[in-house]
Structures are given as structure tokens and as C-alpha cells.
């Protein structure tokens, strides 16, 4: 146990957030507990992560959600491992929940130069009717950046993506985001990626302007005896168009290839994306749990075959490095178990002291310093070698010659 590396979990405590600040103890070894110096309360080691306040072991939780993660049905699992159906449901929410806090926290930054993005979604059959799961791609890296599930196909689902692929890119980069023919995207794109223009001297709303590298490619499908795809572009130059495939690699044409391979991922290991199955998805937050929890697997735990790098200096290591998404966009720099992304503790923003409004209350409000209505005739020189007087000043009496 090292206390150095573990943070007060307390929101109300100054220590919240501050590892290695030395303010956290530790309680008990045999039960595996911290306390704090600060507020003086105690805390499990595994609280912040999938194993807080579970009684089974955490080795068996962790295969449990592996092979969830790979695509193995909940009935295998019961079938396998003797467990009720409600509790590896229970367990793949816990994960995913977990899963979407380590992504915001670890990608969802603001720190990215993604170059090239592409987006999609996938028709989802829900107990109740059709949901939609959008989803968009780092093509460099492969680093799956995020999405969301809605109910309806409408623009909400469309800003909502693209927020989040906004909070993982750096201002002032070049991007080109592609496509398909959804008629929402293109506006949709254009407010997100929008910044303040400052007002000289003028008073009012600032005006908002699109980013200056940003591009829209569009692929536009549609099927006359065999599936014919036209490309557009929406917004930007051809010149920008072209750079930014050239240095993200996505090939010489706009194209949503790398996005739809991801598709196919997800529908492999999450069975309510299926198509012609009788699963269907019966609640929209196991949806979104399962979807999270399979995307930062293939981020952080996943090697991708393209991302790989030969290794010609050590013989005694395998011939090819394998690495993550996370890897390749610099998030990380080894290869994740799925042990070490379900006990990954996310720090929470440092504490701020509340803000005062109003006066103070008259029981604490500083007194202002007056100076005294009367000067001392005696030279400085002279009370200094005479010392401290022997009496007592009165403010009441202050005027009162001595």
C-alpha cells in the first residue's frame, strides 16, 4: 500500500484530488484501508474503481467483464461461471460507468491534433422500437473518440457527437471530418467547431466564426443495381482536403472506410448490434454502458494490427511492438491489461474555496485602522532609549494628555 499514489475521495476536503501531498495515511493494512489527515475520514483502496464493495474476488470480475468486453453472450457466462444473469448485467454497467469516466478524463482533454475524423452511426433494434448509436474515429491513431446513443436520428444525436469529438481536439488545427449523406451534419459540424471573436472596443455578443483549417468531406451513398458513392466537399478547399488525407494516411479519396470497420468491431462484440438477431436491447443506458466499455477496451487494451512497428534492435523481444490507439496518440505508453483499466482511479479537479457574496457578517468584519488624534511631542530617538511605556493607552481616552 502506498499512500503517495492515492487521493482524499472526500469532495469536502482540501486534500480532494492532491496525490502525493502527503496528507493520507494508512488505517489499516489488513483490511486495506487509507486515512486522511485532513478531514480525518478512512477509505477502501479500491474505492474509484470496479471492484468497490464487491464481495467476489477480483479476479473473477475481471475475467467476467474480459470476455463481455470480447463479445461473449451473458448467457455463456451464467452457463459458465454459475453467476445470476442480473449480476454480470450489473457488472457490465459498473464497467462501462467506469469506462466513460477513465475516457473523459484520459481523452476527452482538449490535447489531441486529429488531423482526420470520420463519423458514423449504426441502426439499433431496442425492445420498444429503433435507436441509434453514433460514433467517430481518429483515422491516424484508430483512436475511437467517443459516442453517443439516441433514441431518434435527429440533429441532437449529431451535436451531441460532435461535442465530444470538440472536447478532444486542439484549438487551432487543421481537421477534416468526414461523412455520410445525413443533411444534419454539415451545420451541425459548423457549430461545434466555432470560436469567439474578440469585440474591440465594441460592447455586445461576441461573434462566433468557424475554425479557419477546418474541411467537410461527404460521401453520399445510394444504390442503382450496385452501391455508388459520390463524394463532395461541404466546406473547405480542395488543397486542405488533400493535405490533411496525405498526413493522416486515410487514402487519396474522402471516404468513411475506417469509421465503418470500427462498426464492425462494435457490432461483433456487443450482441444488440447484431443484425437478423432476436437480441434486442431492452434499456438504453446498458447500451450506452456496453458501448463504452468496448470502446476504451479497444483503446487502451486492444493492439491494432496497422498501429504495430518493427523491432529489429532487441532479438530477444518479439519481432513487431504491438501497440494501442492510446499508444499511437501518445495517451499512453504500454499496453493496458483490462485489470489495470477497471482499477484505474480518476483524480477529480482540485477543490476550490467557495466564493463570499455580500458583506461579511458584522461578528467577523475587520475593524478599519484609524491613527490616533494625537502626536507624541518626544523625538523618536528618545522613546526608543526610554523603552516600553508602563502604561496602557485607552482609544477612549486617547486625546487625555499625558
Same mark, same amino acid.
Given at each position: 500500500?502506498?499512500?503517495?499514489?492515492?487521493?482524499?475521495?472526500?469532495?469536502?476536503?482540501?486534500?480532494?484530488?492532491?496525490?502525493?501531498?502527503?496528507?493520507?495515511?494508512?488505517?489499516?493494512?489488513?483490511?486495506?484501508?487509507?486515512?486522511?489527515?485532513?478531514?480525518?475520514?478512512?477509505?477502501?483502496?479500491?474505492?474509484?474503481?470496479?471492484?468497490?464493495?464487491?464481495?467476489?474476488?477480483?479476479?473473477?470480475?475481471?475475467?467476467?467483464?474480459?470476455?463481455?468486453?470480447?463479445?461473449?453472450?451473458? *448467457? $455463456?457466462?451464467? /452457463? @459458465?461461471?454459475?453467476?445470476?444473469?442480473?449480476? +454480470?448485467?450489473? !457488472?457490465?454497467?459498473?464497467?462501462? %460507468?467506469?469506462?466513460?469516466?477513465?475516457?473523459?478524463?484520459?481523452?476527452?482533454?482538449?490535447?489531441?491534433?486529429?488531423?482526420?475524423?470520420?463519423?458514423?452511426?449504426?441502426?439499433?433494434?431496442?425492445?420498444?422500437?429503433?435507436?441509434?448509436?453514433?460514433?467517430?474515429?481518429?483515422?491516424?491513431?484508430?483512436?475511437?473518440?467517443?459516442?453517443?446513443?439516441?433514441?431518434?436520428?435527429?440533429?441532437?444525436?449529431?451535436?451531441?457527437?460532435?461535442?465530444?469529438? *470538440? $472536447?478532444?481536439? /486542439? @484549438?487551432?488545427?487543421?481537421?477534416?471530418?468526414? +461523412?455520410?449523406? !445525413?443533411?444534419?451534419?454539415?451545420? %451541425?459540424?459548423?457549430?461545434?467547431?466555432?470560436?469567439?471573436?474578440?469585440?474591440?472596443?465594441?460592447?455586445?455578443?461576441?461573434?462566433?466564426?468557424?475554425?479557419?483549417?477546418?474541411?467537410?468531406?461527404?460521401?453520399?451513398?445510394?444504390?442503382?443495381?450496385?452501391?455508388?458513392?459520390?463524394?463532395?466537399?461541404?466546406?473547405?478547399?480542395?488543397?486542405?482536403?488533400?493535405?490533411?488525407?496525405?498526413?493522416?494516411?486515410?487514402?487519396?479519396?474522402?471516404?468513411?472506410?475506417?469509421?465503418? /470497420?470500427?462498426?464492425?468491431?462494435?457490432?461483433?462484440?456487443?450482441?444488440?448490434?447484431?443484425?437478423?438477431?432476436?437480441?434486442?436491447?431492452?434499456?438504453?443506458?446498458?447500451?450506452?454502458?456496453?458501448?463504452?466499455?468496448?470502446?476504451?477496451?479497444?483503446?487502451?487494451?486492444?493492439?491494432?494490427?496497422?498501429?504495430?512497428?518493427?523491432?529489429?534492435?532487441?532479438?530477444?523481444?518479439?519481432?513487431?511492438?504491438?501497440?494501442?490507439?492510446?499508444?499511437?496518440?501518445?495517451?499512453?505508453?504500454?499496453?493496458?491489461?483490462?485489470?489495470?483499466?477497471?482499477?484505474?482511479?480518476?483524480?477529480?479537479?482540485?477543490?476550490?474555496?467557495?466564493?463570499?457574496?455580500?458583506?461579511?457578517?458584522?461578528?467577523?468584519?475587520?475593524?478599519?485602522?484609524?491613527?490616533?488624534?494625537?502626536?507624541?511631542?518626544?523625538?523618536?530617538?528618545?522613546?526608543?532609549?526610554?523603552?516600553?511605556?508602563?502604561?496602557?493607552?485607552?482609544?477612549?481616552?486617547?486625546?487625555?494628555?499625558?
Amino acid at each position: 500500500m502506498d499512500p503517495h499514489s492515492v487521493f482524499c475521495p472526500n469532495p469536502d476536503c482540501s486534500a480532494s484530488g492532491r496525490i502525493g501531498s502527503g496528507k493520507i495515511g494508512v488505517h489499516s493494512r489488513k483490511h486495506r484501508r487509507y486515512r486522511c489527515r485532513v478531514c480525518g475520514k478512512t477509505f477502501s483502496a479500491s474505492r474509484g474503481t470496479v471492484y468497490f464493495r464487491l464481495r467476489t474476488p477480483s479476479g473473477r470480475v475481471t475475467l467476467v467483464i474480459t470476455l463481455l468486453a470480447y463479445g461473449c453472450p451473458i *448467457r $455463456a457466462i451464467v /452457463r @459458465a461461471f454459475g453467476l445470476e444473469a442480473r449480476t +454480470v448485467a450489473a !457488472w457490465r454497467d459498473r464497467a462501462g %460507468a467506469h469506462c466513460q469516466r477513465v475516457h473523459q478524463a484520459r481523452v476527452a482533454r482538449g490535447a489531441l491534433d486529429l488531423e482526420h475524423v470520420q463519423a458514423d452511426e449504426i441502426r439499433v433494434r431496442v425492445c420498444d422500437g429503433i435507436a441509434w448509436l453514433a460514433s467517430a474515429l481518429m483515422v491516424r491513431t484508430r483512436l475511437w473518440l467517443g459516442g453517443v446513443v439516441g433514441l431518434q436520428r435527429e440533429r441532437a444525436l449529431a451535436r451531441s457527437l460532435l461535442q465530444q469529438v *470538440r $472536447a478532444c481536439a /486542439r @484549438a487551432g488545427r487543421a481537421l477534416l471530418l468526414c +461523412v455520410d449523406g !445525413w443533411h444534419v451534419y454539415p451545420a %451541425a459540424i459548423r457549430w461545434a467547431f466555432r470560436e469567439k471573436l474578440p469585440r474591440a472596443g465594441r460592447t455586445g455578443r461576441c461573434r462566433l466564426q468557424v475554425w479557419e483549417g477546418l474541411a467537410i468531406g461527404r460521401v453520399i451513398k445510394h444504390i442503382r443495381g450496385v452501391w455508388v458513392g459520390k463524394e463532395e466537399i461541404v466546406h473547405g478547399t480542395s488543397a486542405l482536403v488533400g493535405q490533411q488525407l496525405f498526413v493522416s494516411q486515410g487514402g487519396v479519396r474522402i471516404n468513411t472506410a475506417f469509421i465503418e /470497420r470500427l462498426n464492425a468491431t462494435f457490432r461483433e462484440r456487443l450482441a444488440v448490434l447484431t443484425r437478423r438477431c432476436r437480441h434486442a436491447a431492452r434499456r438504453s443506458e446498458a447500451l450506452q454502458a456496453g458501448m463504452y466499455l468496448i470502446g476504451t477496451v479497444y483503446n487502451f487494451c486492444t493492439g491494432h494490427h496497422a498501429l504495430r512497428r518493427p523491432n529489429f534492435d532487441n532479438p530477444a523481444r518479439p519481432r513487431w511492438q504491438e501497440r494501442t490507439p492510446a499508444m499511437a496518440s501518445g495517451l499512453t505508453d504500454h499496453v493496458w491489461t483490462v485489470a489495470e483499466l477497471l482499477s484505474c482511479k480518476v483524480v477529480p479537479p482540485l477543490r476550490a474555496p467557495p466564493k463570499r457574496r455580500g458583506r461579511p457578517p458584522k461578528g467577523k468584519r475587520a475593524l478599519p485602522l484609524r491613527t490616533l488624534p494625537w502626536r507624541c511631542p518626544c523625538p523618536p530617538a528618545i522613546l526608543r532609549a526610554a523603552g516600553p511605556p508602563a502604561f496602557e493607552i485607552v482609544p477612549h481616552l486617547a486625546a487625555t494628555t499625558v
